[in-house]
């Protein structure tokens, strides 16, 4: 873990599951170098968890406001959390 890490739980939804949106954001996480997962919800909705340096988290996040070309982002919210030194990334 870095100094100055950050950690940001997300969920989007809208036309997120069905679209490649989770392969296409560890594709995109594991370019910026952040750490976490990223899951598809009972409720439609994906879920995920960055950890990284805050610019390469908030790319990340920027991403998911669209998501893949197939996928209708309706709404994404945010939690701030304690970063805990996760590494890799991976789709659960």
Not at 5 to 20: A, E, F, K, L, P
Not at 51 to 64: D, I
């Amino acid at each position: 873990m870095g100094e100055g890490d950050v950690r940001r739980r997300i969920v989007i939804s809208g036309r997120v599951q069905g679209v490649w949106f989770r392969e296409s954001c560890r594709g995109q996480a594991i370019a910026l170098g952040v750490a976490g997962w990223v899951r598809n919800r009972a409720d439609g909705t994906v879920e995920g968890v960055f950890e990284g340096p805050l610019a390469a988290v908030e790319r990340l996040v920027t991403w998911c406001l669209a998501g893949p070309s197939q996928a209708r982002v309706d709404a994404v919210a945010t939690t701030d959390e304690t970063p805990v030194g996760v590494s890799g990334f991976r789709v659960r």
